[in-house]
């Protein structure tokens, strides 16, 4: 089946940097994509989406980027704080399809004060 | 304020027994899902439902059981046959977006039951 991945699995970072964690998908018929925050022993959280007819989005202190040419997503995290240090992962999805989003295995984010 | 809950949130199964994880949401959502996640790994789907009394095998379903009789509810059982068990177990729901199915509408997901063995 397509799959989600993503280039880096840990990330460290210090506080007050900004964070990029980048993925990768392979299913061209992919046309909406979600960011999940996952802190230790709870489930994740969502924090920003975006659609195909998009190429970015801003939220709080977040901005995802979609590169449909290269099959490329981005989670960008400014001005990064400790309590940002979690998993995140991506999520793609295919209208028409079977509605199940394929998940990455997930970047650790570490956040050094 | 609306959202989905997991329960127990520990969970410990003996040899041979059957246990059932609870999963109860009041998003109004059609849609409800069971993942299974390992240390550092992603989420693999179990089962989903996307409407009430029907659902479908996800990805590694074997040795797992689902009932879908009200929209609210998603147990999961997981039998004597899953011989590896101990796992985090997340549930997820989902509303209908605009367009077609479910597929533009993020999941919402419970905090999540870590299943143990005995």
């Known amino acids: 089946g397509e799959s989600v991945g993503l280039h880096l699995p840990t990330l460290s970072v210090q506080e007050g940097d900004n964070s990029i964690i980048n993925c990768a998908y392979s299913?061209?018929?992919?046309?909406?994509f979600i960011w999940y925050k996952q802190e230790s022993g709870k489930g994740p959280q969502f924090i920003i989406d975006?659609?195909?007819?998009?190429d970015k989005r801003q939220g709080q202190r977040v901005t995802v980027l979609l590169n449909k040419t290269v099959k490329h997503l981005s989670l960008q995290i400014a001005a990064t704080q400790p309590g940002d240090s979690a998993v995140y992962f991506c999520?793609?999805?295919?209208?028409?399809?079977?509605?199940?989003?394929?998940f990455g295995r997930g970047t650790s984010l570490i956040v050094h004060p | 304020d609306g959202g989905i809950t997991q329960s127990p949130k520990y969970l410990f199964r003996k040899e041979g027994q059957n246990v059932t994880l609870s999963c109860e949401q009041n998003?109004?959502?059609?849609?409800m899902y069971w993942y299974r996640q390992d240390p550092g790994q992603g989420l693999r789907l179990i089962y989903y439902?996307?409407?009430?009394?029907?659902?479908q095998k996800g990805d590694i379903a074997e040795g797992y059981s689902v009932s879908r009789e009200k929209k609210e509810s998603f147990p999961l059982t997981v039998t004597s046959a899953q011989k590896n068990p101990t796992a985090f177990y997340l549930c997820?729901?989902?509303?209908?977006?605009?367009?077609?199915?479910?597929?533009?509408?993020?999941?919402?997901f419970g905090d999540g039951t870590r299943l143990s063995i005995l």
């Open positions: 997820a729901s989902s509303g209908s977006g605009t367009g077609i199915g479910y597929s533009n509408q993020p999941q919402h």
């Open positions: 299913n061209s018929a992919s046309d909406y």
């Open positions: 975006i659609r195909s007819n998009m």
């Open positions: 999520a793609e999805n295919a209208s028409g399809g079977s509605y199940i989003p394929t």
């Open positions: 998003l109004n959502h059609d849609a």
């Open positions: 439902s996307q409407i009430v009394n029907d659902f």
